[in-house]
């Protein structure tokens, strides 16, 4: 995730160092909200992710050291690991992780040829495939003991769990719950977005990430839940509302900034970013899923290539 001339001074290896460290914050918020479960899972998917590729690599007779050590697997583990819900089963990041590394990167040839982004492909496939388990988050803080015992089965989750402020989004007229106390009940998804959009400024101080890509992003965002609050106001929520609640600012500055599968020229960024952000809103509202992340970054990889291909700029003198 880097620009052109942060990639002359920085390898991958320190480009997926930065954008880890970036995470911090909003990985920080959510362990101050949820518990240590949120490090478990981290800790099980960094695991998968570098037994995974070093079987892979070895099975292809590939070289392994230089794809371990290069930072992507981690990035990539991390970023699913805390996108879905932390006191998931065990099997839950295991599984999925092993299909992002294998499905999403390894089987298209390794870093730099996957043309879609591997942790949402992960993501997407537990979503659809688990969707029960993919829905269950943790409605209280867990202690170490806890989050162990709930992740490995150990222990019973009913009374633990809790529906995040997106699918009461979707269920609000037959709750019963009005769109101003949706928007009054979101305090820790907040502080988490605040997290991930601070984390976000820094890699773009540190010229790590393109802006193009996560202004035009959230201007998608901004655009679309204004429009349908416009529309009828007690029904769709707000565009501050869609902003601070589920991986928005995560999207933004982490997951739609991957140089691989994002566009590469400058306005076909823009255009990249804009329709993912009228996407993620468009299918919170009306879709069959909570949060619409990962499917809308991954319908937008699909169409990178006619992007780039209608964006390309002048050859000088033509």
């Not at 996957?114 to 943790?138: C, D, E, H």
């Not at 490995?152 to 769990?161: A, K, R």
């Not at 996560?214 to 839940?225: E, H, I, N, R």
């Not at 902003?243 to 928005?248: F, H, S």
Request: aromatic share 12%.
């Amino acid at each position: 995730m880097g620009l052109k001339m942060t990639a002359k001074l920085l390898n991958t290896n320190q480009i997926m160092r930065q954008v880890s460290y970036a995470l911090a914050l909003g990985v920080g918020a959510q362990v101050y909200f949820f518990g240590s479960s949120v490090l478990i899972q981290i800790f099980l998917a960094c695991i998968t992710g570098l037994i995974t590729e070093a079987l892979f690599l070895r099975l292809r007779g590939s070289e392994i050291k230089p794809a371990i050590i290069d930072g992507s697997v981690i990035l990539t583990a991390i970023l699913l690991a805390i996108s879905i819900p932390s006191i998931a089963p065990w099997w839950i990041i295991v599984l999925g992780v092993s299909f992002a590394v294998i499905f999403g990167k390894q089987i298209f040839g390794g870093l730099g040829n996957n043309p879609f982004n591997p942790a949402m492909l992960g993501y997407a496939f537990l979503l659809i495939s688990y969707p029960v388990q993919m829905t269950l988050w943790p409605a209280e803080y867990l202690s170490l003991g806890q989050a162990a015992d709930v992740i490995f089965g150990l222990s019973n989750i009913d009374g633990l769990t809790g529906a995040t402020s997106l699918d009461h989004l979707k269920t609000q007229l037959t709750m019963g719950i009005s769109i101003q106390e949706l928007e009054l009940n979101s305090i820790s998804q907040l502080w988490i977005n605040i997290g991930f959009l601070l984390g976000g400024i820094y890699l773009l101080l540190r010229r790590i990430i393109f802006w193009q890509i996560p202004v035009s992003l959230l201007l998608g965002v901004v655009v679309m839940s204004t429009a349908l609050f416009l529309i009828d106001s007690n029904q769709f929520a707000s565009s501050l509302f869609h902003l601070v609640n589920g991986a928005t600012m995560l999207a933004a500055f982490f997951i739609a900034t991957d140089p691989v599968t994002a566009s590469t020229t400058n306005s076909g960024r823009i255009i990249y970013g804009f329709l993912i952000g009228i996407l993620i809103v468009i299918i919170r509202v009306f879709g069959g899923y909570p949060d619409a992340v990962a499917f809308a970054v991954l319908l937008l990889n699909i169409t990178v290539p006619l992007i780039d291909f209608y964006t390309q700029p002048k050859v000088f003198g033509k």
